[in-house]
């Protein structure tokens, strides 16, 4: 069966520092992966997906990007964080055309 | 551009009461697909169901139910009886079948709170 990890699970940083996510899934070939954001209190924001190795398309313009060094390796990075990067991140994966999404557990950045 | 409206956003019942969590959502394709998830306390979203556009009948998973009206573009979620396990926050999304997007859009969520 397929599995998505992601980590760490918990995470406080200061402003103006560098930030490393990583989500890995297992039991699958080729998914499409996906960050999503959620802020406090608030719906989830896609910040990038990707349909293949090195292919990343982003949905919004801010100082974080992404990367996909393997087939099933998803990282989220910054050079330098902000106050308003603070949030809850989620990894997710999906196969085929219908858009089902399956989720990480969830990384919680505190920026401080 | 498509959108999910998740116009509740906090609800809160008493055990074993009926509640509808509502969602409006917003689409030109003709072929799409609308979840629905669960997000308890822990943060993991957790997937309940999915409709495609072509598909009106309602679904009913034992204490879960969701009515699909297309006329209304509406997708409502409700929980018979519900439970204080049912405590969580429930998010609507919808997927436009043909994008190489293929991303989910998401409502803003509804907080259910069940009181013992």
């Known amino acids: 069966s397929q599995t998505i990890h992601q980590w760490p699970a918990t995470l406080v940083q200061p402003v103006g520092s560098p930030l490393s996510l990583e989500c890995t899934v297992e039991?699958?070939?080729?998914?499409?992966l996906y960050w999503y954001r959620q802020a406090a209190g608030r719906g989830l924001q896609l910040l990038f997906y990707s349909v293949g190795i090195g292919q990343i398309s982003s949905e919004v313009p801010q100082n974080l990007s992404a990367s996909r060094p393997q087939d099933r390796q998803f990282i989220l990075s910054s050079k330098k964080l902000l106050l308003s990067d603070s949030g809850f991140y989620l990894c997710?994966?999906?196969?085929?055309?219908?858009?089902?999404?399956?989720f990480g557990e969830g990384s919680r950045l505190t920026v401080l | 551009a498509q959108k999910v409206t998740q116009a509740q956003t906090e609800i809160s019942v008493v055990e074993k009461e009926d509640v509808t969590l509502d969602c409006v959502y917003e689409t030109r394709d003709t072929t799409y697909y609308l979840f629905w998830y669960k997000q308890p306390p822990s943060g993991e979203l957790v997937f309940l169901i999915r409709r495609n556009s072509f598909d009106e009948q309602n679904e009913i998973s034992g204490r879960y139910s969701w009515n699909f009206q297309k006329s209304t573009s509406s997708f409502n979620f409700t929980i018979t009886a519900s439970q204080v396990v049912d405590s969580a926050v429930y998010f609507c999304?919808?997927?436009?079948?043909?994008?190489?997007?293929?991303?989910?859009?998401f409502g803003s969520g509804t907080r259910l709170q069940v009181q013992p």
């Open positions: 039991g699958t070939s080729n998914p499409n």
């Open positions: 997710a994966w999906s196969i085929g055309n219908t858009g089902e999404l399956f």
């Open positions: 999304a919808l997927s436009e079948a043909w994008t190489g997007r293929r991303a989910l859009t």
